[in-house]
């Protein structure tokens, strides 16, 4: 349908003022499909349990190759192994510049649980756990299983996208658990094994800046991640177009929007949280 504009508007504007309402078009769009797999899910838990059980296996065990590595959990270990070594190392180095070395511990408990696991997890789920729902989802629908999913009666956004949230969110649990013991596992074992500082030493101050508050604080962080992650990984793929090209486009775009919203997120919630304060004293 042709749109009759004003004989005088120029090109360029008249580009501009179509390409701002495509996008606000696509962003309602967007926030329709997420609202609408929010509210299913309730009916996903009743009415398709089987698939979210099996989705939970899938996602936290892999499928195929990823099934021989260990799947999500062996992955999101070992990258939150690597950034704990990592606050070891620069924690160690930087600190002990100005006499100050005994203080690894507290950078442990500091930056691990409030912004280094957050960010980890997030990574390793829009690489593993998204990045698969949206190449899953993209090939139904270039290969036309969602349109006879819905002509025998299945209703798809709650059928693939809100079991696929709600298996996200019950397996980054687990994940989070074993992300925190890794990344405190990686930073004391270096610190104390490798740099020789006394075990006693890093206890004291790790045990004394480790707040439980910032525990729950991360873990609900982490929770929020995953949601905003799938919703966004299942709209890309729910939405993919093109062929196998038009998939491994979608599965592109939806892991760099993933990745750019967790950490807008991440800053987000930081300040929500712990604001100017930053709930911290120096003591001990």
């Not at 967007?30 to 979210?52: D, G, S, W």
């Not at 696991?117 to 969602?146: F, H, K």
């Not at 996200?168 to 994940?175: C, Q």
Request: proline share 2%; with cysteine.
């Amino acid at each position: 349908m042709s749109v009759s504009t004003p004989s005088g508007l120029h090109p360029k504007l008249l580009s501009g003022v179509q390409g701002a309402a495509t996008g606000w078009r696509r962003i309602g769009a967007q926030t329709r499909f997420y609202v609408t797999t929010l509210v299913a899910i309730p009916e996903a838990v009743t009415r398709y349990h089987k698939e979210l059980l099996r989705l939970i296996a899938q996602m936290g065990l892999g499928a195929g190759a990823l099934a021989v590595v260990g799947g999500t959990v062996a992955i999101v270990g070992f990258l939150t192994m690597t950034t704990g070594a990592l606050v070891a190392v620069q924690g160690y180095n930087q600190l002990s510049s100005v006499g100050f070395e005994a203080l690894t511990g507290f950078a442990s408990a500091f930056f691990n649980v409030r912004l280094i696991v957050p960010g980890t997890v997030s990574v390793a789920l829009s690489a593993t756990i998204g990045a698969g729902a949206t190449a899953q989802l993209g090939a139904m629908r270039i290969n036309e299983e969602i349109d006879a999913l819905e002509v025998v009666g299945i209703r798809s956004v709650t059928y693939l996208a809100s079991t696929r949230v709600l298996a996200g969110v019950i397996v980054v649990i687990p994940l989070y658990c074993i992300a925190v013991m890794m990344a405190f596992l990686a930073a004391r074992t270096g610190t104390v094994a490798i740099y020789g500082q006394g075990s006693g030493v890093y206890d004291h101050y790790f045990n004394t800046f480790l707040n439980p508050t910032d525990v729950i604080w991360s873990f609900m962080q982490s929770v929020a991640i995953t949601v905003v992650i799938m919703l966004v990984h299942t709209y890309y793929g729910f939405t993919a177009k093109g062929g196998p090209a038009g998939v491994g486009e979608a599965v592109g775009r939806a892991v760099r929007t993933s990745m750019v919203v967790a950490a807008v997120e991440i800053v987000m919630i930081s300040l929500a949280v712990y604001g100017q304060s930053g709930n911290f004293n120096l003591a001990g």
